[in-house]
T-cell receptor, first 115, second 109 residues
Framework: DAMVIQNPRYQVTQFGKPVTLSCSQTLNHNVMYWYQQKSSQAPKLLFH???????NEADTPDNFQSRRPNTSFCFLDIRSPGLGDAAMYLCATSRAGLAESYEQYFGPGTRLTVT | GQNIDQPTEMTATEGAIVQINCTYQ??????LFWYQQHAGEAPTFLSY??LDGLEEKGRFSSFLSRSKGYSYLLLKELQMKDSASYLC??????????WGAGTKLIIKP
């Protein structure tokens, strides 16, 4: 089945210790997104890629970086995690183009704990 | 600013019908999505509306009124597995998704 995969599902890191979360997709979608979601809150878009074009949201902290080496893979790097970065990180994909109806397909998420 | 409003929590009984409302104020409108999210899991797509009216999909229906900036998700014949959060999201003029915080639906036997 075509899908969006995220690894690991649970990640524990220490305050200030860099961490990388990964996402892969077999849907061959051009657009990939990274969201941060805290409990009972809306998903917050951090950045997205349209093919190799990187789009950073204005309020995404510099502490968050991303890489997309190819169509299938995308990484989220948190350079110096703080306690406030503990959250669920969701990767999503969608088809490219401006068709309004293109929904986003989500991976299962990575739950990040910062100790 | 852009804003999506949904009730924080609703409770309903198994077998009943529940309506979850969503109102929005966004810069432009290119469609409205409903997603279901079980606790600790990723959102999954339920429905999409871009024209006024009702879209029906099995036990779930979604309604849109663009002039009122209003949508609802109607769930019929509620089952225990429908206990989840339901997120409303609107695509704005830049085709970016603006998300609501979600409505936590609790189903009681």
């Amino acid at each position: 089945d075509a899908m969006v995969i995220q690894n690991p599902r649970y990640q524990v890191t220490q305050f200030g210790k860099p961490v990388t979360l990964s996402c892969s997709q077999t849907l061959n979608h051009n657009v990939m997104y990274w969201y941060q979601q805290k409990s009972s809150q809306a998903p917050k878009l951090l950045f997205h890629y349209y093919d190799k074009d990187f789009n950073n949201e204005a309020d995404t902290p510099d502490n968050f970086q991303s890489r997309r080496p190819n169509t299938s893979f995308c990484f989220l790097d948190i350079r110096s995690p703080g306690l406030g970065d503990a959250a669920m990180y969701l990767c999503a994909t969608s088809r490219a183009g401006l068709a309004e109806s293109y929904e986003q397909y989500f991976g299962p998420g990575t739950r990040l704990t910062v100790t | 600013g852009q804003n999506i409003d949904q009730p924080t929590e609703m409770t309903a009984t198994e077998g009943a019908i529940v309506q979850i409302n969503c109102t929005y104020q966004t810069s432009g409108f290119n469609g409205l999505f409903w997603y279901q999210q079980h606790a600790g899991e990723a959102p999954t797509f339920l429905s999409y509306n871009v024209l006024d009216g009702l879209e029906e999909k099995g036990r779930f229906s979604s309604f849109l009124s663009r002039s009122k900036g209003y949508s609802y998700l109607l769930l019929k014949e509620l089952q225990m597995k429908d206990s989840a959060s339901y997120l409303c999201a609107v695509k704005d003029s830049n085709y970016q998704l603006i998300w609501g915080a979600g409505t936590k639906l609790i189903i009681k036997p």
